[in-house]
């Protein structure tokens, strides 16, 4: 490479800022030049002015580019028109087909999180997500029939898995208390927005440390304290009271059993702490979740095995 393009490598590195693929949409027409990175350099992947197109992102796709940055001012435009998107769509979840109002709400929320997941101290971000997270949780309560389809279109919508990984909870959640009549529709919409926003924390993990499949101790560690990092990111921050924030602090008090089980080669410690059935149920929730989920370093397995 030549000492020029070597600059301007450079330069794009510090002007770049990384988005989905699913985000371009929301530009339709970029201002500048759009890039993917491959080999550690980046390339021009749609040029500036071209009109952006489903069929552009099944290209994108096909090629299976994975990365794609936008300058500074496409970002703006994007983050902006999502928001505004996102709001638009919460707001009439109850007009026209409730299936797909769902499944477009869920989408759009997710793609938001991952601009929360970017900034998780940005309060203005924070609420938008608390709120439209709320309507949600009624929508859904109301209408349980959606809740398979809900699903299913997460599981296909390529986003990072600590994304999709609290919303797909939270759904199986609601099936599962609705299901059993366990408990009053407006405990189950806690719940609800509760599991949604548990693993906030993972947002202090660099994403090379969570698709690594060998972790070493430390590493571990790090990962076991996102319960803690998230009562630190949501406290005081959002109106969720004390016992849901409990349910949050221990939701993986089940793998943490089981990872003792399996390390001490003996049986599990006794429980110092008492949990509620709330925190027993979206904590099997979540490891159903996370089980039967595929993993950058590993597929699903099926929910019968
Ligand atoms: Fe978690």
Excluded: W
Aim: aromatic fraction near 8%; charged fraction near 25%; include cysteine.
């Amino acid at each position: 490479m030549s000492s020029t393009a070597y600059l301007k490598q450079n330069l794009l590195a510090m002007q770049l800022r990384e988005v989905a693929i699913k985000d371009l949409l929301m530009l339709e027409i970029p201002t500048d030049d759009i890039y993917t990175y491959k080999d550690g350099e980046f390339f021009v992947c749609i040029s500036q002015g071209s009109a952006i197109k489903k069929e552009t992102l099944k290209d994108l796709l096909r090629q299976k580019v994975k990365n794609i940055f936008v300058h500074s001012p496409d970002y703006n435009i994007i983050k902006e028109r999502l928001k505004n998107e996102l709001l638009r769509v919460t707001r009439s979840l109850s007009v026209g087909n409730p299936i797909e109002n769902s499944k477009r709400q869920v989408q759009l929320l997710s793609q938001n999180m991952t601009e929360l997941y970017k900034d998780p101290l940005n309060d203005e971000n924070l609420k938008l997500q608390y709120q439209c997270t709320v309507n949600l949780s009624k929508f859904l309560v109301e209408h349980r029939n959606v809740l398979t389809d809900v699903y299913a279109d997460l599981v296909h919508g390529n986003h990072h898995f600590t994304i999709s990984q609290p919303m797909l909870t939270s759904l199986l959640v609601v099936g599962f208390l609705q299901h059993f009549h366990l408990f009053h529709e407006k405990d189950i919409e806690m719940l609800f927005i509760t599991s949604y926003f548990k693993d906030l924390g993972m947002s202090f993990i660099p994403d090379e440390q969570l698709n690594k499949k060998d972790l070493d101790k430390k590493e571990r560690k790090i990962i076991s304290k996102h319960a803690d990092n998230s009562i630190s990111l949501l406290e005081g921050r959002v109106p969720l009271s004390r016992n849901y924030l409990n349910i949050i602090k221990n939701h993986h008090f089940l793998n943490h059993k089981i990872q003792a089980t399996y390390q001490d080669n003996g049986p599990a410690p006794a429980n110092k702490v008492l949990h509620g059935l709330e925190t027993e149920v979206v904590a099997v929730m979540d490891v159903i979740v996370e089980m039967i989920s595929d993993r950058p370093y590993r597929e699903g397995r099926s929910l019968f095995k």
